[in-house]
């Protein structure tokens, strides 16, 4: 069975997306994970449609969380605040992914369990791709 994945992320922190997304491609390739974003949206698509569509859709909703993503009031107060819903009801896993210090243990997330390891930002890791591997493995 192929999970889904819903991948939501501030704009500004595109390139830890980019590289989530080079981690993700072997799990992809054997049909493990289907992944979706944001730039997955057509031209002339309604927006929130989309996203409120395949926030419905998703298994699984990854949160890469950085000060750009709390400040975010559409990752935060629109498809953060959907996810825990479905979470709550027990059709959605949350993931917090940890890219970027900042104070996520106050909000929601912080009640969950983070990756990678320890919560610890995947920018304070000597070698990224460390990082990133235990995130995927987890």
Known sequence: ?????FISYSHKDEHYLDRFH???????????FQGWYDREIDAGADIDNEVAQELEL???YV????????NSNYCYNVEL????????HGTMVVVPVIIEACDWQS???GKLKA???DGKAIAEWTNENVAYLDVIKA
């Open 107 to 109: 909000t929601p997330l």
């Open 58 to 60: 998703a298994d699984i």
């Open 22 to 32: 080079v981690h993700l491609a072997q799990s992809m390739r054997e049909g493990v």
């Open 81 to 88: 605040q959907r996810a825990l819903e479905r979470q709550k």
């Open 1 to 5: 069975m192929t999970l889904r994945l």
């Open 115 to 117: 990756l990678p390891k």
């Open 63 to 70: 949160a890469l969380v950085s000060p750009d993503f709390i």
